[in-house]
């Protein structure tokens, strides 16, 4: 078990940098181990993330994130280089979402990275200085990484969260399902880029590029820097929309009419608006993008990312009906603790249900509605966060050595 130190709410991750790999390894990159056209395994599911297991020099297997908004391989906990023993071709800093200035990160070439079914040579992986994301403690599971491109960019990817199964496919052995829409997927250097209407609530249209990013649990991000058009409604919730390699992503939360995606449209979708700055993106970035569209949204799909025919393909998923709902608690929550078995409460929102039920900063809940923490997750009580409103919870919670026991009804508060 790796320790770590507990850190602040969730995650959107996004990397603007381009490593080259160069080695004298047989092959480069990615290709199916056995000599299978079509690789299946089982992923896991925090927070709307895909969570899949990568083996690193054949000695360690860690939990990684399948994020298709970042470019490069990253090792985000320093700990598991130092168990590797992995040498560095260079130090670099680099800007990124959040409120840090710079990044500092190391570069280690001609890693191996495994995957089941999946063997990768010569990759070039960055490994950050030290655990700015926390992911363990944001998931509640140990999570040490992030891929994407090198992947995206090799085989063709379907996820299907309807059977909780990734697959992977040889480009030359692919071939859709009839009932598989097609919507158009715009690959501009690593990212992939996607077309949507956006209906707000002061009843104006507008249509927007938002990149597709499985690495980012909110449903939609509107960045207002990126178009006058962008309109904060009045009913808004001061957040924090998760954790950049910057730092906390600070802004509101609101709702917008309508998204539609091709031939899909959700009502009252629960949009994202960062702080001027906050998102930091870079000039040629800000003129592709006016957001992101996000797992909340992604995981009401079976989908398949095919950058080849540059196409992503959606089917709808046993959660497309699902309501978009936000936190009605109050509470912001990481767990912690050498097994990631305790839940601390990191921030109260002020005039929430769990302020005025008398929960403070520094609460560790033991039971949630009779369920003692170490039976039940993180994942789990996030959702029941968000489950319905008015909705009794019974907290009961360790403070300075004491126990106190509260009661509130979730509330919609967007």
Known sequence: MIKRKAFSHILCVSLLLVLSAQTHAQFLGFRMSTGAKV?????????????????????????????????NCILTEPLVASLLNLTYDRTITFTAPGQADSILAHVAKNVQLKLPGIEGQGISMLVLDQDYLNLSNQLGTEVFGI????????????????????????????????YYEKVPLIVRGTKPYMAAEITQKNGTKMNVALMVDSGASHAILLDQSTSQLIHIPEKKLEASLGKGLGGDIEGVVARVDKVKIGKYSFD?????????????????????????VGGEILSRFNHIYDYFSQTLYLSKSVEYQKKFEYDMSGLEVVAHG????????????????????????????????????????????????????????TLRLLRNAEEVKVTFRLERMI
């Open 147 to 178: 891929i994407g491109y090198e992947l995206f960019s090799r085989f063709i990817i379907e996820v299907n969260y309807d059977k909780k199964v990734v697959k992977f496919y040889e480009p030359n052995f692919f071939n859709p399902k009839k």
């Open 39 to 71: 690789i299946e395994f089982p992923f896991e599911r925090y927070n709307n993330l895909i969570i899949i297991p990568v083996t690193i020099n054949g000695r360690i297997t860690v939990k990684f994130i399948l994020d298709s908004g970042v470019q």
């Open 268 to 292: 009252d979708v629960i949009a994202s608006y960062p702080n001027e700055g906050s998102y930091g993106l870079v000039p040629e970035e800000a003129e592709r993008r006016n957001g992101t």
């Open 338 to 393: 050498t097994e990631l078995n305790r839940i601390r409460v990191v921030n109260v929102r002020e005039d929430s249900p769990a302020k005025k039920a008398g929960v403070m900063e520094g609460d560790i809940i033991k039971t949630v509605n009779g369920l003692t923490i170490s039976n039940t997750s993180l994942n789990f009580l996030t959702t029941l966060m968000r489950l319905k409103k008015g909705k009794k919870v």
